[in-house]
C-alpha cells in the first residue's frame, strides 16, 4: 500500500514533480506573444510554434524516452546493437505520442547524412485548424540541411535554425498568436515527461445523462514511466465524477488504474499497466475523464 501510494503522489507531482502550471519562460515579441527559449520544457517550447487554431499537441522526450532505460548516451553514432536497444525497447515500454517522426527515413539519414532518429532531443507534432506541422529539436553536432533540401521522408519543405538546432514544418510565424498565448493551453503543460498530448477543448463523447461536469478548455495526458497524469487545469469539483466515467470505457478501465483525483490542481494521476497502449489510447480514442456535457 505505502509503495502504491508514494507512486499515485508522483504522478499527482506530475512526471516532471512541479505542483503548478508553468508559464512560458520566454521574453514577449513586439507584439507579446512568447517566443522560444532553450531553457524551456518541450511541451512548453513546443506551444511557442504551434498556431493558435491547432486542435492537438503531442510530445516526446527522446532524452527522457533514453534515460528510462540507462541509454542516456545513445545517438546515431553508437553501434547498430545499441541503438536497436533503444528501439526495442522504447516501442515496447515507453509512451511515444508523437510516433517517432523520423523514425521511418533513419537508415537512410544514418546511411547518407550521418545523423538520424537517436540524435532526436525531443520532438512535438501538431494537428488541426489547417496544416498539420511539427517542431523537431536535435543534437548539436547534427546538420539537417542536405536532408531538408533533398526532401527527405517529412523533412521534406522544413525549415532548420542552425542557433536553436530546430526543425520546424508549417509552424507559426514570429509575429501571429500561438498556443503559448493561450493561458488554457499553457495550464495544462505540465512539466518534464517521456511525452504529453495535449487538446484544446473536451473530449468527445460526454455522459448521455446530464451532469454537472464543469467545462474542459483544454486537457493534457502525460507520462513517465509506469505512471500518468490528467490535467484539466486548477480548482476542479467534478474530478470524482470524471473518474467514474473513466471505468465506464472498458479500453481505459483496463490500462489506467488505481486513479486518484486532486481537485485543488485539476489533476488525476493513474498506473498504467502498458504505457505504449495507453499512449494509443489517449491519441485515437476520446479520453473519458475529459469530456464534457
Not at 111 to 130: H, L, M, P, Q, S
Not at 182 to 202: D, H, I, M, N, R
Amino acid at each position: 500500500m505505502c509503495v502504491l501510494a508514494v507512486g499515485l503522489a508522483l504522478a499527482l507531482a506530475g512526471c516532471g514533480d512541479d505542483s503548478e502550471p508553468k508559464r512560458p519562460e520566454a521574453a514577449a515579441s513586439e507584439d507579446t506573444y512568447p517566443v522560444y527559449a532553450a531553457t524551456m520544457d518541450p511541451v512548453e517550447a513546443a506551444m511557442t510554434f504551434v498556431p493558435a487554431g491547432a486542435k492537438t499537441l503531442a510530445v516526446t522526450d527522446y532524452d527522457e524516452v533514453k534515460s528510462l532505460f540507462g541509454l542516456d548516451d545513445i545517438t546515431s553514432r553508437s553501434s547498430p546493437a545499441d541503438q536497436s536497444e533503444l528501439w526495442n525497447r522504447a516501442d515496447k515500454e515507453a509512451a511515444q505520442v508523437s510516433g517517432g517522426l523520423l523514425r521511418g527515413v533513419d537508415q537512410r539519414l544514418r546511411d547518407t547524412y550521418k545523423w538520424g532518429a537517436a540524435d532526436v532531443i525531443w520532438e512535438a507534432r501538431f494537428t488541426g485548424g489547417g496544416k498539420d506541422g511539427y517542431v523537431i529539436k536535435v543534437a548539436d553536432r547534427v546538420k539537417p540541411g542536405p536532408a531538408i533540401k533533398a526532401g527527405v521522408g517529412l523533412l521534406k519543405g522544413a525549415k532548420f535554425d542552425p542557433k536553436t538546432h530546430l526543425i520546424t514544418k508549417n509552424t507559426a510565424t514570429p509575429d501571429v498568436e500561438t498556443w503559448a498565448a493561450q493561458e488554457e493551453l499553457v495550464a495544462v503543460a505540465g512539466g518534464p515527461a517521456t511525452s504529453t498530448y495535449v487538446v484544446k477543448g473536451c473530449a468527445e463523447g460526454g455522459p448521455k445523462e446530464k451532469t454537472r461536469l464543469a467545462p474542459v478548455a483544454a486537457y493534457s495526458v502525460e507520462f513517465g514511466g509506469g505512471l500518468a497524469t490528467l490535467r484539466l487545469g486548477e480548482d476542479r469539483d467534478d474530478l470524482f465524477y470524471r473518474l467514474k466515467l473513466g471505468d465506464q470505457v472498458a479500453a481505459y478501465k483496463k490500462v489506467f488504474t488505481n486513479g486518484v483525483a486532486d481537485p485543488a490542481t485539476g489533476r488525476i494521476g493513474f498506473r498504467v499497466k502498458s504505457p505504449v497502449t495507453a499512449a494509443t489510447l489517449v491519441t485515437s480514442q476520446p479520453v473519458p475523464f475529459a469530456v464534457c456535457d
